[in-house]
């Protein structure tokens, strides 16, 4: 007979902790209740718990301040113990700075049992994989991954790329949301889809959601779906994103795009895993993975208040960052080759190939739209070269990019002789604003540079037009 996890459930209400009790005693675990966190942190050095329930309030003010310190003393005492909050609308502040200070997820009530336990097992397998700290890690071998899980249709072996499929393998199992960064073409998407393949869902549906293309009055009905008659053009009724996901995993892509007020909403479906569809009262649940992802920086726009701070704290209990093809460059050569590959069967061309010194060249290129700019321009060299083996000078020469990268081979490899250091700057500086539409915090940020140094620069060389 399998041993029973402790677990242990700290909450002030009798009614919740025997109700908790209860239901964990049924799913194999062993619930000790603590009706206040002294006495529950108490328990810490007796039992060996495989996880903490804890409620955010003690008093009647329910300020939330009393879970929050036990939180905080519980890890301090057992950093690795994950713990689970409790928490209700009025205490959602309190409940992401728990989550700041170590809290695995956050809980609203009234709870659904289910989704609390998923939440519980969820914290506890992360807490199992985390590394041991001050162990040197090296990066597994591409093999070493493959054998152990389905990257297929990833292309690459550059360590910074195994560092993140190391991580995906290490999360898909489990139902934690996943928020995945990274510049646009990436390969987010196919990130997305790997942990899918690689969790316990994978046989259920990947329901795939540009945010970015949805507007925000069609929101609720591309998310939560509509009734006939819901609204004018309703001729039917239609099944919602989330209802499809149900069982299976929900990919949102260009998540920096919502606005404010859908992000509210779409919130709501998060914590509590039931909508309304339009024109309807019935509310339905769906059980469903979160994976998000953008090519935004969240953590900035949380900042500039265009992005709810509970949202990214619900979105991305793991966070994966896609490094742009130009920091690994040695898997520019492997993909390129790899859509050689692709053209053989999708256009019915063979024989072609890609020389040792145009691999090499493709390296050097600046490629700021990542995977997807490589893929289209070989796709389209291949297409237009004559050559069996193509060479730098057919890439050179491709119509579709030859215009576009002219101003990069200038800055990289065609500097003028005799243009002093000087020059160079205001080359430069008034390059930075072109591209910016003269908009000098973006321009200072793409020159590494303040804007008040920016400023300086503008003024030394005479730059005018520039608007902040």
């Not at 996943?178 to 987010?188: A, D, F, Q, W």
């Not at 080759?337 to 024989?351: A, R, V």
């Not at 490629?367 to 289209?376: D, F």
């Not at 591209?435 to 503008?458: E, W």
Request: aromatic fraction near 8%.
């Amino acid at each position: 007979m399998n041993q029973k996890l402790p677990l242990l459930i700290i909450d002030d209400d009798e009614a919740v902790r025997k109700s908790l009790g209860f239901f964990f005693k049924h799913k194999g675990f062993a619930p000790l209740l603590a009706p206040n966190p002294q006495e529950g942190i108490a328990l810490l050095d007796e039992f060996d718990f495989a996880c903490v329930i804890l409620d955010m309030n003690f008093k009647v003010e329910t300020s939330g301040e009393e879970g929050l310190s036990a939180l905080q003393q519980i890890k301090r005492q057992s950093p690795k113990l994950p713990v689970v909050l409790l928490t209700g609308w009025g205490t959602m502040e309190l409940a992401v700075e728990g989550m700041k200070n170590g809290a695995a997820d956050f809980v609203n009530k009234p709870w659904d049992n289910e989704h609390l336990l998923r939440s519980v097992q969820t914290a506890m397998a992360l807490s199992k994989q985390k590394p041991e700290v001050n162990v040197v890690q090296q990066s597994p071998s591409r093999k070493k991954l493959d054998n152990q899980f389905d990257f297929s249709q990833i292309i690459g072996q550059d360590p910074k790329l195994l560092e993140v499929l190391e991580t995906v393998g290490r999360v898909a199992k489990t139902d934690a949301p996943v928020l995945i960064m990274g510049e646009s073409g990436t390969g987010k998407e196919l990130i997305a889809e790997a942990i899918h393949r690689n969790s316990k869902r994978a046989g259920e549906s990947f329901v795939k959601v540009n945010l970015g293309g949805i507007s925000n009055s069609l929101f609720e009905s591309e998310m939560f779906g509509h009734k006939k008659g819901a609204f004018t053009g309703a001729y039917a009724d239609r099944e919602g994103r989330f209802a499809i996901a149900n069982k299976g995993s929900i990919f949102l892509d260009e998540m920096g795009e919502l606005d404010l007020n859908s992000q509210v909403k779409l919130l709501r479906v998060l914590q509590e895993r039931k909508f309304e569809p339009l024109g309807s009262s019935k509310t339905q649940s769906a059980d469903f993975r979160i994976v998000s992802a953008t090519n935004k920086v969240l953590p900035e726009l949380v900042k500039e208040g265009k992005f709810r701070e509970d949202l990214f704290f619900r979105i991305n209990l793991i966070t994966v960052w896609l490094p742009p093809l130009r920091e690994r460059k040695g898997d520019i050569a492997l993909l390129a080759q790899h859509f050689l590959h692709q053209l053989s069967e999708t256009y019915g061309i063979s024989g072609k190939s890609i020389s040792a010194e145009a691999l090499k060249w493709l390296q050097k290129q600046p490629l700021h739209g990542n995977i997807r700019e490589l893929k289209n321009w070989v796709e389209s060299t291949v297409l237009m070269a004559t050559n069996e083996e193509l060479q730098v000078s057919d890439f050179q020469h491709n119509p579709t990019y030859i215009n576009a990268f002219q101003n990069e081979e200038v800055k990289e490899e065609l500097i003028p002789e005799g243009v002093t250091l000087e020059e160079m700057e205001m080359m430069m500086v008034r390059k930075a604003m072109e591209d910016h539409q003269y908009k000098v915090a973006p321009a200072a940020k793409a020159l590494g540079i303040s804007r008040n140094a920016l400023y300086r620069k503008l003024e030394k060389y005479n730059i005018s037009n520039a608007k902040d």
